[in-house]
């Protein structure tokens, strides 16, 4: 039996099952915005929460249904301009968890989400006063770690890596437009909008990148990087997933930026199977009636058993089981999807 954390608008909810039969449970933390999912070092899941009028906070859970809320959570101190919007990512490495948040920054905890700790390196870093937003905000919303090697993607600023453990960090972006750089212009240092990044933990420098203006991959950590979108109908999307086991790639395309729904009404995963050298519609079982409904760049997960997962902004579930080659949608129809995890 598997689980699904689905984080919403209006709240969170569990569905377990497999196959065509799954139950809902929920929801949980009725009326709040259900941001990011995680699990701690000894197990325990977080989930994180936000309110325009009460703020964010982290719960944790040990069955998923019942809920405490710690003490505390990242935060800017008092008095600064950057106001702290949402967690977007947990992301767990050994006995660290590391949160991504808006307004941008990265926080560490090393004890299970009780207290969290600022990454002066990134958050204080040279070029943060030309940090600027994107349509969903400016948000740090992705992390990667690889022993010392780490890498932040911040929208829509850029991808960051440090060498060092988090002491210091260098934008690596060389190869990707800026959205706003006028043709033959000085190329910036700061300003690519970048929408997901994943790796292959066992050559962690090579990546893949969904960006606002492409589908792009290095083999050098980030160094450099190159378009490989060959077969998609798009290059805009917030998805990039690999299997860990097959090393399958698969990306949900949407119209444009301003669209962003897809293309033709015709919602469909892609998938590639070379490392991203060429894609194509991801096995069978999707919607012959149009779907114009996004999907956004925290609302998917997969598992090495193949199980990957998509929450879509029309409150859709989406999900196939054997890496891709067939597609269920789920019955429930929850609020615009934000979040979703597998849950261990």
Known sequence: MKRIAVGTEKGAYLLEGSGSSWTVDGPMFPGWKVTAFGQARDGSQLAAVGSNWFGIGIHRSRDFKEWSELESAPSWPDGEDRKMEQVWTFHGDGDRLWAGVAEAGLFTSDDGGVTWDPVPGLNEHRTRADWGPGFGGLCAHRVLTSGDRIWAAISAVGCF?????????????????????????????????????????AQPDRMWRQDHLGMFRTVDGGDTWERNEEGLPS????????????????????????????????????????????????????????????????????????????????GKLWLTEDGGDSWRELAPAFPRIGAVRLVG
Request: proline share 7%; aromatic share 10%; charged share 25%.
């Open 161 to 201: 890596r440090s060498d060092d453990g988090g002491a210091t960090w260098e934008p690596k972006n060389e190869g990707i437009p800026a959205v706003d750089s006028a043709d033959g212009g000085e190329r910036p240092e700061v300003g690519y909008c970048i929408h997901g990044l994943a790796h292959d933990p």
């Open 235 to 314: 290059g805009f999307g917030f998805v990039i997933w690999r299997h860990p086991g097959t090393g399958r790639l698969l990306t949900v395309p949407l119209h444009s930026s301003e669209s962003r729904v897809p293309v033709e009404g015709r919602l469909r995963a892609y998938a590639s199977d070379d490392g991203g050298d060429s894609w194509g519609v991801a096995g069978e079982g999707w919607a012959d009636s149009p779907q114009f409904t996004g999907v956004l760049r925290g609302a998917f997960d997969g598992d090495e058993s193949g199980l990957f997962c998509f929450g879509t902004t029309g």
